[in-house]
C-alpha cells in the first residue's frame, strides 16, 4: 500500500515538473527589504513548515548565503504552478562596516558582517544565471529612487529575466504604495505584508500567470 502510493506521487511530481510550469524564484532587493520574511511565509503557507530560513533581524545583511527550497506548489482555481525557492542577500552598492557598529556589532563582527555581506551581494549577482523569475522586494516605507531597485530592473530586462515587483511593509502607516507606483510607471506594483500575510493571494495569482509564461532555460 504504502509502496503504491510513493509510485502514486513519484508519477504527480514528475507529471508536475515535466511541464514548463515549474520553475526556479528568486527574491531579489535591497537589505532588510522583508525577503527572508517573505520567503518563510510561502513556505508556511504553501509546505506549513514554520521558519524555514532563520536569518530574520531588522540589521542590514542578516541573509549572507542564499537559501533554497525545493518544490512548493500554487494551486489556485484549477490553476498550479511550481516552483523552487531561492532567498537571497540584500544587493547594495555600498557596504559600510562602520553601519553594523553602530548597529551594536564589536569592530570585529562589524569587518566580519561586512565582507560576508560583499560576498553575498556577488553570490546573488551570479545565481542570476539559475533564476527563471525574479520577485524584487521594495521597502514600501522607503524611497523607491535607489540604485538598487533601478539596477536589478535594469539588469532583469538586459537579461531578459521576468520579474515582479512587490512593495512590502503595506501594514505601516509609512509606506507608500503610490510613490513606488511613480518610480516604475511601466509595471504593476503589487502591495503586500509579508509580515502580517496581507495580499498575499494577490502574489499568488502574479505567480500564476508568470508561471505560464516561463519557460525553463
Ligand atoms: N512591518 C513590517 N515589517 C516587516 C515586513 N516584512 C519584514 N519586516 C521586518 O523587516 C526586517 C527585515 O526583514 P528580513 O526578512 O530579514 O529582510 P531581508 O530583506 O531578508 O534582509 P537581508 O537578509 O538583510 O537582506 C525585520 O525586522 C522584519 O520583521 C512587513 O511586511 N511589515
Ligand atoms: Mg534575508
Not at 515535466?18 to 508556511?44: D, E, M, Q, V, W
Not at 566580519?112 to 551581494?121: I, L
Not at 539596477?151 to 512587490?166: C, D, K, Q, S, Y
Not at 510613490?179 to 510607471?185: C, G, N
Request: aromatic share 8%; hydrophobic share 40%; proline share 2%.
Amino acid at each position: 500500500m504504502i509502496k503504491k502510493l510513493k509510485v502514486l506521487l513519484n508519477g504527480f511530481w514528475t507529471g508536475l515538473f515535466n511541464n514548463n510550469k515549474h520553475f526556479r524564484l528568486g527574491i531579489y532587493g535591497a537589505p532588510n527589504s522583508g525577503k527572508t520574511t517573505l520567503a518563510n511565509r510561502l513556505c508556511k503557507d504553501l509546505l506549513n513548515v514554520d521558519n524555514e530560513f532563520t536569518d530574520i533581524s531588522g540589521v542590514a545583511h542578516e541573509t549572507r548565503k542564499i537559501g533554497i527550497k525545493e518544490r512548493l506548489l500554487i494551486n489556485k482555481n484549477g490553476k498550479q504552478v511550481s516552483f523552487d525557492l531561492i532567498d537571497t542577500p540584500g544587493i547594495a552598492t555600498r557596504i559600510d562596516y562602520e553601519v553594523f557598529v553602530k548597529s551594536g556589532l564589536s569592530q570585529k563582527e562589524a569587518k566580519q558582517r561586512a565582507r560576508e555581506a560583499t560576498k553575498g551581494v556577488i553570490e546573488s549577482i551570479k545565481w542570476l544565471e539559475n533564476i527563471d523569475v525574479v520577485i524584487i522586494m521594495i521597502d514600501a516605507t522607503k524611497n523607491p529612487y535607489n540604485q538598487v531597485n533601478l539596477t536589478i530592473v535594469g539588469n532583469l530586462e538586459a537579461r531578459n529575466i521576468p520579474f515582479i515587483l512587490v512593495a512590502n511593509k503595506i501594514d505601516l502607516k509609512s509606506s507608500k504604495l503610490d510613490k513606488i507606483q511613480q518610480a516604475f510607471p511601466k509595471y504593476k506594483i503589487v502591495g503586500i505584508s509579508a509580515k502580517f500575510s496581507q495580499n498575499i493571494a494577490g502574489l499568488y495569482d502574479e505567480l500564476l500567470v508568470m508561471g505560464r509564461r516561463v519557460k525553463r532555460r
